[in-house]
Every structure is written in C-alpha cells, then in structure tokens.
C-alpha cells in the first residue's frame, strides 16, 4: 500500500516592496496562483493584512473569488483570517459563500491577526486577540456547519443566527488554525477537532515547537471528545531553488534585502535570525532553503522526521527572485520534489528495473521472432527471391546477431 501523497502549496501572504506598483503587485500574485494550478500545487493559502505596506490583500475572499475564476484544480483558502476583526456571522457568510461559488475548493484558515498595527486602528486590545480568536471560532465553526447560534460577548452577539444556505461541502469547508511558536493555534485545532497551519515551522523555534504543539492538540482534542488529523496538518516555509546553489543565490539577490528590511525594520514577527550575514543565518539555521531540489529534499525529509509527519508543506511566497527565477523555483519544485514525496516514480522505477533484469530473455524473444518471420518469408517466396546476405544471416553463424533491418 502506497504511503500518504504529501500536498504542496503557497502560502501568499504577500510580500511586496514599495518601489512596485502596487496594482501588479496584485496582479502578479493572481498570475502566482494560476501558474501553481498549471505545475499541479494542491493548495494556495491568501493572507489578509490591513497595515505596514508590505502584505498588501486586504480581503483573500475576494482574491480568492478571482482566482478561482482564473483556475480549475487548486484548492484555495485564507491564510489567514483575522478573526477579532469580523463579526462571525458576516464572515462565516462570506466563505460560505465563496464554498458554493468555488465548488468545495475554498479552506477557511483562521487566526487571531498578526500585525499589531492593524488591531491598534481598530482599537482592538492587543492582549485580547487570541481570547477573542477562540471565542470567535466556536462560534464559526457551529456556523459553517449549518448550524444555529446564539451567543452574547462583549464585542459582538448573535441572536438565532444561521446561514442562509447549506454548506456546499459537508459537514462543512475545512477550516485550519494559525500556529506558530505560543501554544494558542494547537489548543484552538484541538479543542474544535481542526487542522493545524504552522507558520513559522522552518525557524528554530517552531522546528522545536512542532512536536510539542502538535501533542498540545491531541492532547485537547481527547479533553473535547475530537481527533486529530495529520494529513490536515500543514507546515510553511521559505524556499528558492535553481538547477544550482550558486544560481539560487545570484536569484535571491533581486529582492532579498527588501524582504529582510520589512521584517527587522517595519513587521513586529521576528522571523529573520541575527546576525551580520542573514542568508547564511537563514540557510545554516534550517529558516530557508536557497539551493537546489535536492537541498528542499533534505529539509523536508528533516521536517518528517521532526514533526512525525503531516499532510502538506507550504511554501512562502517572499518575492525574493524576480518573476521568471521566481516561476523556475516552483517549477523546480513540482518536477523534481513533489515525485520524491508522492511516490510519482515509484511504479516507473520498478517497470524500469524488471525490464532491465529481463533484458537478455526479451532480446532472445525478439531476435527468435524476427528470425521466424524471415524464414516464413523464405519459404513463401524462396530462397532465389531472397538477397544472400539475408539467407547467410538464417543459415549462418550471423544468425546469433539481430538483424537490422525487416525488410
């Protein structure tokens, strides 16, 4: 029996620097999202950012309706929603609405929003979010699944509430929490049975944190009668990859620097390790692959093996190469990475392997049909009306090579 196929997918935050225009900005992520479909990603994940001028979709369900008009296969979810920003019921509404329009490829991804900046316009307590998230999510859970809710908080109220129509996917869309290093996300995924969407698993602390939220989980969802699923179980990370690391280098050098900058500079997440020489940090530390397939082979095998498994890995969409290096790297990725860890080849190697075994019996085979066929010739036609050195290849010792030529 075949091993459980490992998805591959973005996660678009995204990341764009000032000196671009920010209309093609959105434009160049919708054209991200269409190539991803074409190379076979199973997943792309849209974050919703409302300040800092970096990350700059405000709404993934409307990019998440135009792109679902611009592809056919790939499943598309919000990477994540804020959820003490919205009211339940409007934002329950909206994905499922989006189920129904997309088919059942739409994946609701919640959290409690990770720009402080953005709660701060809001005059949304800081030390609130994650107390909000969780009593925002019980209540959007019961929602998406078609049920009735009433519910009374301090910031919002729902009285009878129930969507207007059945959700297109049953019980409901699927719905992953944010994780990253704190334990908030795990308990939430436990506590409701959801999925697990760890977004900082390459830096040094969420590497170290994945098996530990990962037992927080289980461990809540045996406290609230759930289950917990790998395979809904999603990782994320940097990665750009050329046919060389030398090439993977000279690539990021487009737009690594500006990357860099917003998150030491502008962003409150401390996502790049210190350090004069911050690559070199990225790449030593496990935060980031810069190299080849081969190099984003080893670290994922590295991720199994420290995570236990899970059901997919994201990359993170970091605008580091320009738009062509940036198309080769997933391009790379599908041809020579997704094989190893869906088992692509493994019927083509093994097809491979028993006919080079039976190569010598296969030869013999042919050579023996062949020699028939010019026999049968022969006896139709006679030996007069046949070229002597074919007669010579029959009766003679040039019998044992293959002829090269039927006619």
Known sequence: MLPQR?????????????DENPTLAIQRDLELVQWLDQLGFDEAWIGEHHSAAYELIASPEVFIAAAAERTKHIRLGTGVSSLPYHHPLMLADRINQLDHMTRGRVMFGAGPGALVSDAF???????????????????????LRGEEVTHKSDWFELDRARLQMTPYSRPSVEIA??????????????????????????????FNALASNWAIATEQAAEH????????????????????????????????????????????LPIVPEGDDPIKAMVETGMAVVGTPDDAIARLDQLVEQSGGFGAFLLMAHNW??????????????RYVFPKFQNLNDNRE????????????????????????????????GTENIRPEIVALITGAAAAEPPKSEG
């Not at 979010?129 to 019980?138: H, I, K, N």
């Open 121 to 143: 316009m809001m005059g949304i307590p800081v030390a609130k979010q994650r107390d909000r998230m969780d009593e925002a999510l019980g209540c959007i859970v019961r929602l």
């Open 350 to 381: 093994a097809s491979m392997a028993w006919v080079k075994e039976n190569k010598e019996e296969f030869t013999t085979q042919v050579r023996g049909a062949v020699g028939a066929r010019i026999v049968q010739h022969m006896m139709e036609k």
């Open 6 to 18: 490992l998805r591959f997918g973005a996660f678009i935050a995204p990341f764009h620097p000032l």
């Open 225 to 268: 009668g759930q289950a917990m699923d790998r395979n809904a179980w999603r990782l994320v990370g940097p990665m750009h990859i050329a046919e060389t690391r030398e090439q993977a280098m000279e690539d990021i050098r487009f737009g690594l620097e500006k990357w860099i900058y917003y998150f030491r500079e502008i962003a409150n």
């Open 177 to 206: 929490v944010a994780s990253q290093v704190s334990p908030t996300g795990a308990r939430a995924a436990g506590q409701h049975g959801l999925g697990l969407l760890s977004l900082g698993a390459t830096s040094t602390a969420g």
């Open 321 to 334: 190469a320009d738009w062509d290096a940036t198309r080769k790297s997933y391009e790379l990725m599908a």
